[in-house]
């Protein structure tokens, strides 16, 4: 802790004069490899270390020598002897094109000797002028681009056993730490070397051990979270929020994390604690802070917390959200309304969202949002507001705003209500509840979600399966899986791949959730009898080659769908089944004779969608050596957890995969099928065949690095 101390009193005038000149001089060099020198004492303990710097005279220097007191402690003799050694040493000039430091200069590589007197490139006369012995060394160079202004070398790691070896994970902190010294180390001994704001900010992250942020480029702002800050707040501190850890409890993001002294005056003003804190550059911060408060003055929406406030919320408890009564003047024409309508769903759009929930309570609304699968609570609206709200967004579905009765299903089309470039249609389903009617309405990204098998996660086996099935003239393929398994968004993948100007596709969908430039989509209306067996009786006398029902439903379905698929029509669908096998069971269920089954089914794929990983911020994990065992996993097979970071808001994870299951038939599944045999059966002589269960194949995602175990064993069954 006292090290700790002592490197905090040398870092922080360094950082002040740096930020204040947005330079370095001469005087600052030597804090400069203090510094250095300290954080590199503090995590590997080496007994010696020396900075080389390659002077004007192209000779290499010693500029700074440093002796570990472990080697002198309690004797005055000795530290004198290792002093005057020091200041001899630093009068010391090398031939750049001799020995290890004149191989890295050269090189520009590290040079790991972990043992001394084994290594042919190993100076021993060195020991002599040092006095004591080396038995382990590192010497990385100082580079900047392809530049190299010198080298770091340590000799000897000091543990609690005494002197032992240095590991690779020594090494490669090493090198982390002359990478960033080396910028500014170069600055001071040639000032016109250009020296960005970016690089500047990101030395000093690393120098206080904060994370670097470049919020022009990485960062989205969250404007309602901007908007429990008051904007007096941002004119006169250089600080602002980017998460609500828990109750008064920020993530921050500001200039010089050791200014303590405007942290604690910036919690006072605000009634906020700063938890963790980010760097960046102070053009950036200004900037992001010039923009919300320009946002404000132009009556614009400053996020969807502006816009709630507008109509009666106001963030401020534990939860975010403090409830006020805004009485009966906002209706569904009323400007805030619309502005927090518009709000809502841009929030959702631009966070990812699949889905989102706007559900009435007694005291309040809710609005969450499906985010890669999982609900997240973002919003939280005075009761009050339920009535305008879902009037508006009835509106907005061109639905009958006077039904409160009964369930109602619309569209938005939401380019026609903003003037933003959000290309997106919202699948709007509306239910009646105790409270009032809930809301709950499914993205359709028009612009960007049609996305070809490549990105489906299928792995190398089953993808090439799975194009061999669906260049089949005639038959069967089916899709199963429980509601926002990704089915959809395949099936549209698969006639993407196939479809071509010589093949006529028809599709019966409820709804069509995308318009595919070539294809001929019906949607079903089965108020007025327009159902799936319908729209399927009508595409066989519509001379198709390919067919795509939404789903099969009943036996009706069934029977014309197994009909289609007999008269050399190539046929795609869906089923809500588990599994691959249990399909094919489940078709002789409804009344499908086996035989028929047998003779069109070409494959099942059963399907799951996981959580990927965020490849910013995940992090090895170690796994049982049971857990390793039960799944016959090598020892060497590295996996990965979730952390939390910006780019995926504290989750660890950002985005989904598909995990599949892909069953083909071949000779023994049909003969079991035509005799009736358990899906258990059918399942276990198709991996007998080389399918992949769904639970194998997420194991191989986790292996990847693509997700997590825990996503695998959650949302996963083992068979």
């Known amino acids: 802790m006292a090290l700790q101390d002592n490197?905090?009193?040398?870092?922080?005038?360094?950082?002040?004069?740096?930020?204040?000149?947005?330079?370095?001089?001469?005087?600052?060099?030597?804090?400069?490899?203090?510094?250095?020198?300290?954080?590199?004492v503090h995590s590997i303990s080496a007994l010696?270390?020396?900075?080389?710097?390659?002077?004007?005279?192209?000779?290499?220097?010693?500029?700074?020598?440093?002796?570990?007191?472990?080697?002198?402690?309690?004797?005055?003799?000795?530290?004198k002897a290792f002093t005057e050694k020091k200041e001899e040493m630093e009068k010391v000039t090398l031939d750049k094109d001799k020995g290890i430091i004149g191989k890295v200069i050269n090189s520009g590589k590290s040079y790991f000797c972990q043992d001394a007197k084994s290594d042919p490139n190993f100076y021993s006369q060195i020991d002599c002028k040092t006095g004591f012995e080396t038995k382990s060394m590192m010497t990385v160079p100082l580079k900047v681009a392809d530049k190299v202004i010198g080298a770091i070398q340590v000799l000897n790691k000091f543990g609690a056993e005494g002197i032992t070896f240095f590991v690779e994970e020594d090494l490669l902190f090493l090198e982390e730490v002359a990478n960033y010294s080396a910028r500014i180390?170069?600055?001071?001994?040639?000032?016109?070397?250009?020296?960005?704001?970016?690089?500047?900010?990101?030395?000093?992250?690393?120098?206080?051990?904060?994370?670097?942020?470049?919020?022009?480029?990485?960062?989205?702002?969250?404007?309602?979270?901007?908007?429990?800050?008051?904007?007096?707040?941002?004119?006169?501190?250089?600080?602002?929020?980017?998460?609500?850890?828990?109750?008064?409890?920020?993530?921050?993001?500001?200039?010089?994390?050791?200014?303590?002294?405007?942290?604690?005056?910036?919690?006072?003003?605000?009634?906020?604690?700063?938890?963790?804190?980010?760097?960046?550059?102070?053009?950036?911060?200004?900037?992001?802070?010039?923009?919300?408060?320009?946002?404000?003055?132009?009556?614009?929406?400053?996020?969807?917390?502006?816009?709630?406030s507008e109509v009666g919320e106001q963030y401020g408890a534990e939860h975010g959200v403090e409830v006020m009564d805004v009485g009966d003047a906002v209706t569904e024409d009323s400007a805030p309304i619309i502005k927090l309508a518009?709000?809502?769903?841009?929030?959702?759009?631009?966070?990812?969202?699949?889905?989102?929930h706007v559900e009435p309570f007694e005291k309040e609304v809710l609005i969450r949002f499906r985010i890669d699968g999982v609900c997240q609570e973002v919003l939280k609206l005075p009761s009050k507001s339920s009535r305008a709200l879902t009037a508006r967004l009835k509106i907005m579905s061109d639905l009958n705003i006077a039904e409160k009765r009964l369930p109602q299903d619309g569209r938005i089309k939401f380019k026609n209500f903003t003037r933003k470039n959000i290309d997106i249609e919202l699948r709007v389903s509306i239910a009646p509840l105790i409270w009032g009617e809930k809301i709950c309405m499914r993205?359709?990204?028009?612009?960007?979600?049609?996305?070809?098998?490549?990105?489906?996660?299928?792995?190398?086996?089953?993808?090439?399966?799975?194009?061999?099935?669906?260049?089949?003239?005639?038959?069967?393929?089916?899709?199963?899986?429980?509601?926002?398994?990704?089915?959809?968004?395949?099936?549209?993948?698969?006639?993407?791949?196939?479809?071509?100007?010589?093949?006529?596709?028809?599709?019966?969908?409820d709804p069509v959730e995308f318009m595919l430039r070539g294809v001929n989509q019906m949607q079903m209306k089965r108020e007025i009898g327009l159902t799936f067996s319908a729209a399927l009786r009508c595409f066989l006398r519509q001379d198709p080659d390919v067919i795509l029902v939404g789903?099969?439903?009943?036996?009706?379905?069934?029977?014309?769908?197994?009909?289609?698929?007999?008269?050399?029509?190539?046929?795609?669908?869906?089923?809500h089944t588990n599994d691959a096998a249990t399909t094919v069971t489940r078709f002789?269920?409804?009344?499908?004779?086996?035989?028929?089954?047998?003779?069109?089914?070409?494959?099942?794929?059963?399907?799951?969608?996981?959580?990927?990983?965020?490849?910013?911020?995940?992090?090895?994990?170690?796994v049982t050596p049971e857990t390793r065992k039960k799944y016959n996993i090598a020892d060497d097979v590295q996996f990965y957890g979730p952390v939390g970071c910006e780019k995926c808001n504290d989750t660890g994870y950002k985005g989904r995969i598909g995990v599949h299951e892909l069953l083909t038939l071949n000779d023994a599944i049909r003969e079991e099928i035509n005799k009736k045999s358990p899906a258990e059966v059918i399942n276990k002589i198709a991996i007998e065949n080389n399918m992949i269960s769904l639970f194998d194949d997420g194991i191989g995602k986790a292996k990847a690095g693509i997700t997590s175990l825990d996503e695998v064993f959650t949302r996963l069954m083992e068979k």
Not at 8 to 13: C, G, H, L, V, Y
Not at 50 to 59: A, N, P, R, S
Not at 553 to 568: F, K
Not at 591 to 603: A, D, H, K, R, Y
């Open 7 to 40: 490197l905090d009193a040398i870092i922080k005038p360094l950082i002040k004069n740096l930020i204040a000149k947005k330079s370095v001089t001469a005087e600052d060099l030597g804090d400069v490899l203090n510094i250095t020198i300290q954080k590199v």
């Open 48 to 79: 010696a270390i020396t900075l080389f710097m390659l002077g004007k005279d192209d000779k290499v220097h010693f500029s700074k020598v440093y002796y570990s007191s472990v080697l002198y402690e309690g004797d005055e003799e000795l530290e």
């Open 185 to 308: 180390i170069n600055k001071v001994n040639f000032p016109d070397t250009a020296f960005p704001e970016e690089e500047l900010a990101s030395y000093v992250a690393q120098l206080t051990k904060h994370p670097f942020l470049d919020v022009l480029k990485d960062f989205e702002v969250d404007k309602a979270l901007m908007n429990i800050i008051g904007p007096e707040h941002y004119k006169r501190y250089p600080i602002f929020p980017v998460k609500k850890i828990s109750g008064q409890n920020l993530r921050v993001v500001l200039e010089n994390p050791l200014e303590y002294q405007q942290i604690e005056s910036w919690e006072i003003a605000t009634g906020f604690k700063v938890k963790e804190i980010v760097v960046s550059t102070k053009s950036g911060i200004r900037k992001i802070i010039d923009d919300f408060l320009n946002s404000i003055g132009e009556g614009q929406s400053s996020g969807m917390g502006d816009a709630a």
């Open 342 to 356: 518009n709000q809502i769903i841009e929030d959702a759009y631009f966070k990812g969202a699949s889905d989102i």
């Open 443 to 509: 993205i359709l990204d028009i612009s960007g979600s049609l996305l070809g098998l490549a990105q489906m996660g299928y792995s190398e086996h089953n993808e090439k399966l799975y194009k061999e099935l669906i260049k089949k003239p005639y038959g069967m393929i089916l899709h199963v899986g429980p509601t926002g398994s990704g089915k959809t968004s395949t099936l549209y993948a698969a006639i993407n791949e196939i479809n071509k100007p010589d093949i006529n596709i028809q599709t019966a969908e």
């Open 551 to 575: 789903e099969i439903r009943d036996l009706e379905t069934a029977e014309i769908a197994v009909e289609a698929a007999l008269t050399g029509h190539l046929l795609f669908s869906t089923l």
């Open 588 to 622: 002789i269920e409804m009344g499908i004779e086996p035989f028929l089954v047998s003779g069109t089914v070409l494959g099942v794929c059963a399907q799951r969608l996981l959580r990927r990983l965020c490849q910013k911020c995940k992090k090895p994990v170690d």
